[in-house]
């Protein structure tokens, strides 16, 4: 079972940039499709990148363009750049994980505060 520890969170201004990471620990990492989620209070958990294996990826219209999600095989961790940050992206953002080879996102991390001032 894989191990996730996500990092790089905390307050930021509307207009500016976070860049998450996420550290994966147990198990086979690179044929993991891997995600970042958030959510924030009173809402349901949103998918706000994803990328597989292959490295293709995939956003939601609300974050297309601000948002980059990255991973690095070698140190097993994935990492999600944001930039042009907006209020409503305020939320604790979660990285996920899939089984080796699978398609389901099932393994969670922790999660990381992200708050960003208007």
């Known amino acids: 079972q894989v191990q996730l520890v996500e990092s790089g969170g905390g307050l930021v201004q509307a207009g500016g940039s976070l860049r998450l990471s996420c550290a994966a620990s147990g198990g086979i990492f690179a044929s993991r499709a891997m995600g970042w989620f958030r959510q924030a209070p009173g809402k349901e958990r949103e998918l706000v990148a994803r990328?597989?294996?292959?490295?293709?990826?995939g956003y939601p219209e609300s974050v297309k363009g601000r948002f980059t999600i990255s991973r690095d095989n070698a140190k097993n961790a994935v990492y999600l750049q944001m930039n042009s940050l907006k209020a409503e992206d305020t939320a604790v953002y979660y990285c996920?994980?899939?089984?080796?080879?699978?398609?389901?996102?099932?393994?969670w991390g922790q999660g990381t505060q992200v708050t960003v001032s208007s």
């Open positions: 990328i597989w294996s292959s490295g293709s990826t």
């Open positions: 996920a994980a899939s089984r080796p080879g699978a398609y389901e996102l099932e393994y």
